[in-house]
């Protein structure tokens, strides 16, 4: 199974991919592990996508979580699934910091290392305005028109919560050979 996550900012995304990984039992590539050196410090393109590439041709299976829509286009194409976590922004807001108080002085797994949460005014204003701009959602509206079999669009924590729940019977189901 491949499975691209994309959504907002604060959506759950890196939480998601990490259940999904563990069901299908492949690994998960959080793109921000790839796009920021220590300090919040932007890696070069380059480097960033000849990463996300080699983990593509070394994995059968997969689960990618990030946005990153111009960085290696063609995961879109491989992923079975591509989950749009559509989240409304004061939601975002609060995942976010909830995250930084969970992991206060902390390495996130999901994280670039050397990148620490702390409360930013920026990030929050990132997560209320600037993630939100109309040139993001047409990009996501472009790989929904594209791939429409593909699109899982989740819109809060409750759909989430029975996706993952949906999956986790479904490969029980496949693991013990019950046919609906």
Not at 67 to 77: A, G, L, M, S, W
Not at 132 to 147: H, V
Request: aromatic share 12%; proline share 3%; glycine share 6%.
């Amino acid at each position: 199974m491949k499975v691209q996550i994309a959504g907002f900012a604060g959506a759950g995304k890196s939480t998601l991919a990490r259940k999904i990984g563990e069901i299908y039992n492949v690994p998960v590539l959080h793109i921000d592990t790839l796009h920021f050196l220590p300090n919040w410090v932007v890696r070069e393109d380059s480097l960033m996508e000849r990463d996300i590439e080699k983990f593509l041709k070394e994995n059968d299976g997969w689960v990618i979580d990030g946005n990153y829509y111009r960085h290696t286009p063609e995961r879109f194409d491989q992923a079975d699934k591509i989950i749009y976590l559509n989240f409304n922004r004061f939601t975002c807001l609060m995942n976010s910091f909830r995250r930084i108080n969970k992991n206060r002085n902390n390495q996130r797994p999901d994280m670039a290392k050397g990148c620490i949460d702390k409360p930013s005014f920026a990030f929050s204003m990132w997560i209320l305005f600037g993630g939100r701009a109309k040139k993001f959602k047409n990009r996501f509206k472009a790989i929904e028109t594209k791939y429409p079999q593909k699109v899982v669009i989740l819109r809060n924590k409750k759909e989430v919560d029975k996706y993952v729940e949906d999956l986790k019977n479904e490969r029980e189901r496949e693991n013990t050979g019950i046919k609906e």
